[in-house]
Nanobody, 116 residues
């Protein structure tokens, strides 16, 4: 059974930093495409950052230069380092592990609130 558990969210002032973690069990983060998504109130869930099996990373334009996705294979954990946070980054952040055919496993999310 695959489980993804996010942590590291919280309340931070604009300009601050947070590091989100996604601890995986049941599947290896090193042999699956993974991503961080977010969903703000009243908005659709969007892909924030992704990392492929080969280590290629992608970012939504609004976070480029501020966020960094990475993984620790030994800890089987995915990370999202978020710097220079802005109020518009406020959302619930979700970890996703791709399982092929467009399907994926999701964590329950961790909320991030950025105050101005």
């Amino acid at each position: 059974q695959v489980q993804l558990v996010e942590s590291g969210g919280g309340l931070v002032q604009a300009g601050g930093s947070l590091r989100l973690s996604c601890a995986a069990s049941g599947r290896s983060v090193s042999i699956n495409d993974m991503g961080w998504y977010r969903q703000a109130p009243g908005k659709q869930r969007e892909l924030v950052a992704g990392i492929t099996i080969g280590g290629r990373t992608t970012y939504v334009e609004s976070v480029k230069g501020r966020f960094t996705i990475s993984r620790d294979n030994a800890k089987n954990t995915l990370y999202l380092q978020m710097n220079s946070l802005k109020p518009e980054d406020t959302a619930v952040y979700y970890c996703r592990l791709a399982r092929g055919g467009g399907m994926g496993y999701w964590g329950k999310g961790t909320p991030v609130t950025v105050s101005s």
